[in-house]
């Protein structure tokens, strides 16, 4: 069984920055994809960023060129480099990981975690 334990939400003001950190026990996640989703009140949990085992990255289009999906293999660790937040980027942040690629379906990843808040100010 694999643990996923997310960190490193918070309130920000619109315009700044986050780094969530995700980090996984239990059994290596070297040959799974991982990734992040969101989930708004009142909204679907959505697709946000994943990178897959072999290092390539996929990303929500509202997202790109503003948030950096990478993982650290050593430290069995993933992160999501928030920047240029905007108030619609509040949501519950979730880090999950799989062995069906970057799918944008929830329901395609095996593992998630309890989720951090991220809450942007305007």
Request: charged letters at 20%.
């Amino acid at each position: 069984q694999v643990q996923l334990v997310e960190s490193g939400g918070g309130v920000v003001q619109a315009g700044g920055s986050l780094r969530l950190s995700c980090v996984a026990s239990g059994r290596t996640l070297n040959d799974h994809d991982v990734g992040w989703f969101r989930q708004a009140p009142g909204k679907d949990r959505e697709f946000v960023a994943a990178i897959s085992w072999s290092g390539d990255t996929y990303y929500e289009d509202s997202v790109k060129g503003r948030f950096i999906v990478s993982r650290d293999n050593t430290n069995h660790a993933l992160f999501l480099q928030m920047n240029d937040l905007a108030p619609e980027d509040t949501a519950v942040y979730y880090c999950t990981a799989g062995t069906r690629g970057a799918s944008v379906l929830p329901s395609d990843w095996l593992y998630w975690g309890q989720g951090t808040q991220v809450t942007v100010s305007s």
